[in-house]
């Protein structure tokens, strides 16, 4: 997964505070998106992005908020963390006219 | 909608024998077909893709996965499963663009 950097990989949030995930990619693919990853559901887009100043909701974005400044870096924020948003983060990122799409190594997040 | 079914939620097989992990998909033009591994803890690693052409697809560590279109499937298959195979595989689907459809998940477990 060299080129997609997620940060933190581990996280530990109480109800109701905020955070940042952070996702970085250097292959200045002009698509990003935010997976999260549940038992038995597979992965579901939350939020994704075409290129810079442009985001765009997915199957799951309530909760969440993206924007995209640059094309390296698509941030996810939780305004304000639920338990049930504890789940496992994906970045992915693809280049515009391919179709392949690359993770990241994924961000563990829990909130109690 | 598109939607990917992965009918086997867990999978044993013994180490040395065959392996075939079910996919069926639903779409309704040409999809682009993917099979993805995750070992426990760890990102998603891309074992191969179908775009076009050859319906029978190669890929990473022996894998290998065909494309039935009158099936809607695109099972992957590998001739002698080792140990370290035992992960979760998910089949996605995405049109051209950049939102992947993902299966809920087969994990293999392999018998010594």
């Known amino acids: 997964n060299a080129g997609v950097t997620q940060t933190p990989k581990f996280q530990v949030l109480k109800t109701g505070q905020s955070m940042t995930l952070q996702c970085a990619q250097d292959?200045?693919?002009?698509?990003m998106s935010w997976y999260r990853q549940d038992p038995g559901m597979g992965l579901r887009l939350i939020h994704y992005?075409?290129?810079?100043?442009?985001?765009d909701q997915g199957e799951v974005p309530n909760g969440y908020n993206v924007s995209r400044s640059t094309t390296e870096d698509f941030p996810l924020r939780l305004l304000s963390a639920a338990p049930s948003q504890t789940s496992v983060y994906f970045c992915?990122?693809?280049?515009?006219?391919?179709?392949?799409?690359?993770f990241g190594e994924g961000s563990w997040l829990t909130v109690v | 909608a598109q939607s990917v079914t992965q009918p086997d939620i867990h999978i044993t097989v013994s180490e040395g024998a065959s392996l075939e992990l079910r996919c069926n998909y639903s779409?309704?033009?040409?999809?682009?077909l993917f099979w993805y591994v995750q070992s426990p803890g760890q990102g998603l690693q891309l074992l191969l893709k179908y775009f076009s052409g050859d319906t029978l697809v190669q890929g990473i560590k022996g894998f290998e996965a065909e494309f039935k279109r009158s099936q809607s499937s695109f099972n992957l298959r590998k001739p002698s499963v080792h140990w370290s195979d035992a992960a979760e595989y998910f089949c996605?689907?995405?049109?051209?663009?950049?939102?992947?459809?993902f299966g809920s998940g087969t994990r293999l477990l392999v018998r010594p």
């Open positions: 292959m200045n693919h002009e698509y």
């Open positions: 779409y309704g033009a040409t999809p682009y």
């Open positions: 996605a689907v995405t049109d051209s663009s950049y939102k992947l459809i």
């Open positions: 992915a990122t693809q280049r515009g006219g391919e179709n392949t799409i690359y």
């Open positions: 992005s075409v290129g810079a100043g442009i985001t």
